[in-house]
């Protein structure tokens, strides 16, 4: 069979396409897959208060008569407001504001020092006391920043007594210059051990979180499939083309 010019030409052209287009056509494409957060979000709250949100007493106790705990083996008891310091005693068993601490101990609402001496308000002052063979009073509790109750009672009244200490009163007025102050316990999670009385100031906010916008992991350097900073690796997605023949 014998064919033509034009026909040998379109036959050679066709061959040299096919010859020139490639097999396959491979792309990969970088695509960053759960991309590591700069952070830093976070703002931090300020220390010196308990961290129970559930906390509404307060230094105020406005509209709080009653805390929730009634028992602790092991506490001292701090006082803040005219007369601010630990709360001590004298060897009589009177408590004083301005004394080195002592420790207590409260059982179903009834406060011991830790000569296991009754704590009760003694008569006809009301001076707080603990004295020996005495049934101590009932009706102690602490809130959840450590705040002492008795009873229905969230503030009591100090009266300057000598040397810079003061005796603690149930009622104002006792004897000499009195002021009004509040109580609280330092221990069984209650209270803020500073090692100092007084109010203070409340602690120093939390640090902001970490730096800004995060960027692209580093490759690993071990050879392994996580970088060193333990985000995961970006996924590389591979697109293939498939040949198609050039028609001329």
């Known amino acids: 069979m014998r064919l033509s010019v034009a026909t040998v030409l379109s036959l050679v052209t066709s061959s040299l396409a096919v010859a ?6 491979t792309t990969s494409l970088m695509i ?27 230094d105020g106790g406005d509209g709080k008569t009653e805390g929730s705990l009634k028992d602790c083996k092991k506490f001292r008891i701090k006082s803040k407001g005219t007369a601010a310091g630990w709360v001590g005693q004298l060897d009589s068993g009177q408590l004083r504001i301005g004394l080195k601490e002592v420790n207590f101990s409260m059982e179903s609402g009834q406060i011991m020092d830790d ?14 006391q603990c004295d020996v063979n005495q049934k ?7 809130g959840c920043d450590g ?3 008795f009873q229905d009672m969230s503030k009591y009244y100090q009266c300057e007594a000598e040397n810079k200490t003061y005796n603690l009163y149930k009622k104002n007025g006792q004897a000499g210059k009195c002021g009004e102050v509040r109580l ?9 051990d500073d090692n100092k009385g007084g109010d203070g100031g409340k602690g120093g906010g939390g640090g902001k979180g970490g730096g800004g916008e995060g960027g ?6 071990n050879g392994s499939q996580t970088p060193s900073n333990g985000t995961k690796p970006p996924h590389m997605v591979r697109f293939v083309s498939k ?3 050039l028609v001329l």
């Open 20 to 25: 020139l287009v490639p097999r396959a056509l």
């Open 32 to 58: 960053p897959v759960d991309e590591p957060d700069g952070g830093g979000k976070g703002k931090g709250s300020s220390g010196g208060m308990s961290a129970d949100k559930d906390c509404k007493s307060g």
């Open 115 to 128: 000569k296991k001496r009754g704590m009760w308000w003694t008569p006809p002052t009301d001076t707080l």
């Open 136 to 142: 101590p009073d009932k009706g102690w509790s602490a």
């Open 147 to 149: 705040r002492l109750y």
């Open 184 to 192: 609280y316990m330092v221990g069984c999670g209650r209270g803020d």
């Open 216 to 221: 692209m992991p580093s490759p690993p350097s």
């Open 243 to 245: 040949p198609h023949r």
